[in-house]
C-alpha cells in the first residue's frame, strides 16, 4: 500500500520569501514521486518528478524538491517565491510494482498563499 | 489545441438521473484516467484505461461505468445519481501505464447533485 500525508493544509509566505511544502510518503516500493499544481478552476499540472535518478529534482517555474530516502520526504521548495505561486500544491506517488502498480495516490494538497 | 478536453464542464442534475461526461485526449497516449476530487479537494483514482483495456478499477459503486470507444477517449456514465456524487471529476492521460509518466489533466467537470 502506498500513501502521502502533506503537512499543513495552508501556506502563507511574504512575497520574495522561501516557500516550502512539506510532503512524506509511504511505500513498500521503491516510489516515483511528484508534484502537481492545480490553480482555481483548472486541472493539475506536474511540477516536477523523482523516478530514482538524481536525488534533488529541478522543476518548473523555480521549484525544486529533493528525494530523502531516510526520511520518507520529498519537500518541495522555492527560493523566492512570487504572487503567481499562489495555488494548491498537490504530492503524489506511484508505486514501481505490487498493489500500487501504475495508481498515482495523491495527498491531501496545500495550499499556498502569497503575501505582497 | 487543448490536449486533454472533457465535456461538460459544469453539470447540474437531479437525484436518480443518469449522465455521462465525455474526455477526449489529442496527445497520442496510451492510458488515461478518471479522478474524483471531493469537496475538500482530495483527489482519488477511479478507473484507468491502457488501449481500451480496463487496468485500475478502484471500489467504485458499479452505478459508475467507464467506457472507451478507442484509445483517445474515456468516457464515463453514471447511474441513478446519490448527493455523495457531488464532486469534480477530472480525466488525464499519460503515456504508458506504469506510473512514472506525468500524467496530464483535463479541466474537470463539476458535477453537482441536488
Known amino acids: 500500500a502506498q500513501s502521502v500525508t502533506q503537512l499543513g493544509s495552508h501556506v502563507s509566505v511574504s512575497e520574495g520569501a522561501l516557500v516550502l511544502l512539506r510532503c512524506n510518503y509511504s511505500?513498500?516500493?521503491?516510489?516515483?514521486l511528484f508534484w502537481y499544481v492545480q490553480y482555481p478552476n483548472q486541472g493539475l499540472q506536474l511540477l516536477l518528478k523523482y523516478t530514482s535518478a538524481a536525488t534533488l529534482v529541478k522543476g518548473i517555474n523555480g521549484f525544486e524538491a529533493e528525494f530523502k530516502k531516510s526520511e520518507t520526504s520529498f519537500h518541495l521548495t522555492k527560493p523566492s517565491a512570487h504572487m503567481s505561486d499562489a495555488a494548491e500544491y498537490f504530492c503524489a506517488v506511484s508505486g514501481a510494482g505490487g498493489t500500487s502498480y501504475g495508481k498515482l495516490t495523491f495527498g491531501q494538497g496545500t495550499i499556498l498563499t502569497v503575501h505582497p | 489545441d487543448t490536449a486533454v478536453s472533457q465535456t461538460p464542464k459544469y453539470l447540474v442534475t437531479q437525484m436518480g438521473n443518469d449522465k455521462s461526461i465525455k474526455c477526449e485526449q489529442n496527445?497520442?497516449?496510451?492510458?488515461m484516467y478518471w479522478y474524483k476530487q471531493d469537496s475538500k479537494k482530495f483527489l482519488k483514482i477511479m478507473f484507468s484505461y491502457n488501449n481500451k483495456e480496463l487496468i485500475i478499477n478502484e471500489t467504485v459503486p458499479n452505478r459508475f461505468s467507464p467506457k472507451s470507444p478507442d484509445k483517445a477517449h474515456l468516457n464515463l456514465h453514471i447511474n441513478s445519481l446519490e448527493l455523495g456524487d457531488s464532486a469534480v471529476y477530472f480525466c488525464a492521460s499519460s503515456q504508458d501505464s506504469w506510473g512514472w509518466d506525468e500524467q496530464y489533466f483535463g479541466p474537470g467537470t463539476r458535477l453537482t447533485v441536488t
Open positions: 511505500s513498500s516500493v521503491p516510489p516515483y
Open positions: 496527445l497520442g497516449h496510451d492510458t
